[in-house]
């Protein structure tokens, strides 16, 4: 077997080790059934056992009771992006959005295009989107209240979600899901591209309160419609269920190797306390996201200039550390430190960093001080 490094991909991302030794385990031969998971078909008991376990994890993990459908949904977080407007947008009524950065603009772009009545009732933009808006009012007229609860690029999360009253949430969670434990009875629909915090590429997770299929309109391609998914068991059509299959793997890891999301909530908070008390002492590394709106999940930093930026990135990689540049539009540094990724990756991550700065300390000049005083809140 190869070697595997430390994984901080952004997205798609690092899974659990024992997860992806379980896949190797079973590939050939899928519980008995002579075939490997990609091979059985999606309306055998075999499959149904799979997307059916799946559907009851993620009840478990977030406690769903009995309100809310589970659904898996090809299309990745950006159809989702698409489908909310076009299926819970009220006739007569604005559709309200935060916007936080990249993510939510595309969101925001989507319900435009459907010439929704969208309001932007807050938004970080002001200051590059560092920071997570505070003061903004909920207007109970609105169809819903839709915001990004992580913030991938620019490495902003969402500590408590905002109150809206008797406006339904809807929250793009992709790369935050899974991480910690909330009280999901405030949201109509939750959504989650997989690839970041719980399988493979290829499909949305999406969390929808049942009452929300009431609003899905007659006039809307069949594919486009929660109905459809929601009466199907998310199988009108041949689903990803190579996908579904790891996710219900994962989600068995959360469960049973984690021990559920407040553990995890516990470890997630551990490794990025390690990462940020490093990177605020280091006088050298500069985090980029506001104190009181930082990322547990993605931890934005810069050094004192792009050229030490691009070395920090390639030395890394010699060392077995990958995926630590930024985001191809901010520039810099990020360590994505999803669920999968362990302390003992990050303790790696701040012990490499360490000698970084001891190295290339001496060598700033004063021109690079200045590069860095653009990022200070
Ligand atoms: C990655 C990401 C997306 C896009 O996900 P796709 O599945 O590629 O469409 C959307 N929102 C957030 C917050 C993300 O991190």
Sequence with gaps: MGKRIHNFNAGPAAL??????EIQEELLDFKGSGMSVMEVSHRSKWFDNVINEAVERTGRLLNLGDD??????????SLQFCMIPMNLGLEGKPVDYINTGTWSTKAIKEADIQKKDVRVIAS?????????????????????????SNNTIKGTQWAEFPGSGKVPLVCDMSSDIMSRPFDVRPFGLIYAGAQKNIGPAGTALVIIRKDMLK??????????RYTTFAEKNSMFNTPACLVIYTTNLVMKWLEETVGGLEKMERINKEKAAILYDFIDKSGFYQGTAAGDSRSLMNLTFRLPSEDLEKKFVEEAMKEDMGGLKGHRSVGGCRASIYNATGVDAVKDLVAFMALKRKKDKGNIKKSQSDFLRGYQF
């Excluded at 659990?16 to 030794?21: D, G, K, T």
């Excluded at 009012?137 to 609105?142: G, I, L, N, P």
Aim: hydrophobic share 40%.
């Design 215 to 224: 609003r899905v309109p007659d006039d809307i391609p069949t594919m486009l």
């Design 68 to 77: 809310f459908h589970v659904l898996f949904i090809q299309g990745g977080a």
């Design 124 to 148: 970080s933009e002001d200051k590059g989107f560092s920071y997570i808006p505070k003061d903004f009012k909920v207007d109970e007229d609105a169809s819903y209240l839709h915001f990004t």
């Design 16 to 21: 659990p080790l024992s997860v992806l030794e």
